[in-house]
């Protein structure tokens, strides 16, 4: 099975600190999964230096709430009813449309899944960089 490499693994081989804010402008966020009650994932292809990489990017239940405060009302409300109280372990929320977000993130820990070694970046901040195109609605 073959995946892109990891942007976390690559940001460390390039130099980078667990200390060190990283900005991931624009990051479309289009999907939302579970870990468990507390800790929120996503991931998403980034091109850097010309090569596709896997961006994963880990979150709490504070940065759900910012990040829902910066979607259209619809994907906002799809939050809230898909995780009001339920926290099913893998469940994934996929969006109608993706958000661009700017993305203030540091390096979290390595983690060991089936096939591979993967560094997840935390999310520190959030901010909407784009409005929807002209005849859209929220």
């Known amino acids: 099975m073959n995946f892109a490499p990891d942007f976390g693994l690559r940001l460390v081989r390039?130099?980078?600190s667990p200390e060190m804010d990283i900005q991931l402008v624009p990051f479309e966020l289009d999907r939302i999964s579970v870990v468990n009650e507390k800790?929120?994932?996503?991931?998403?292809?980034m091109v850097f230096d010309g090569v596709p990489h896997a961006?994963?990017?880990?979150?709490?239940?504070?940065?759900l709430e910012a990040i829902k405060k910066l979607?259209?009302?619809?994907?906002?409300m799809l939050i809230e009813n898909q995780f009001q109280n339920s926290f099913v372990k893998g469940h994934t929320l996929m969006f109608p449309r993706p958000i661009k977000l700017a993305v203030t993130a540091r390096l979290g820990k390595i983690q060991t899944a089936r096939h591979e070694q993967f560094i997840p970046?935390?999310?520190?901040?959030?901010?909407?960089?784009?409005?929807?195109?002209?005849?859209e609605t929220d």
């Open 121 to 135: 970046l935390v999310i520190r901040g959030v901010n909407k960089i784009s409005r929807p195109r002209k005849g």
């Open 14 to 16: 390039d130099g980078a």
């Open 55 to 63: 961006v994963s990017l880990d979150f709490d239940a504070k940065m």
């Open 39 to 45: 800790l929120f994932t996503t991931i998403s292809n």
């Open 71 to 76: 979607c259209p009302q619809k994907t906002a």
